[in-house]
């Protein structure tokens, strides 16, 4: 007779769904690294082209180019608040993931940790039977003597 754990389809069940939270938890940090990159790479090419406008600035030029480069940092920088927003967003959505992972592994460790309570108590009550044969089997010689 072998070890047979009564609650093994719930804890195969937290265990697909503890499987399941890591992944979309992994997705949701992709999704986060590539606004977050796009957000870095937006503001390295809005810093660029201010440090660009703010040098010319100093030698002089026309207005027609300070109006086209005032409406392209104001581009960029609704671009960057939009990025920034679209990054914030994907932030919150990867903390919930990482939350709802944490639960289903703490959920998928409580069943885990009572199937081992149950096999352990399995064990014992083997043991146990198996000592009371062996000392059965020591009456019996004993008394057969």
């Known amino acids: ?50 440090a660009f406008y703010g040098e ?12 086209t480069a005032e409406s392209s940092l104001m581009l960029l920088h609704q ?17 919930s993931k990482k939350n709802e992972m944490q639960y289903a592994f703490i959920e998928y460790k409580k069943y885990e940790r009572i199937r081992e309570q149950k096999r352990r108590e399995y064990e014992y009550g083997l043991k146990k039977e198996e000592e009371k044969i062996m000392d059965e089997i020591s009456i019996q010689k004993y008394a057969a003597r």
């Open 79 to 95: 671009d960057v608040m939009k990025a920034k927003v679209s990054a914030d967003h994907a932030r919150v959505l990867m903390n």
């Open 1 to 50: 007779m072998s070890f047979q754990f009564s609650l093994k389809k719930l804890l195969e069940m937290k265990e697909n769904a503890r499987v399941s939270a890591e992944e979309e938890y992994s997705r949701s940090v992709t999704k986060f690294e590539e606004k977050a990159t796009h957000l870095y790479h937006l503001l390295k090419r809005k810093e660029e082209a201010e």
């Open 56 to 67: 010319k600035m100093k030698h002089g030029m026309p207005i027609h180019e300070l109006q």
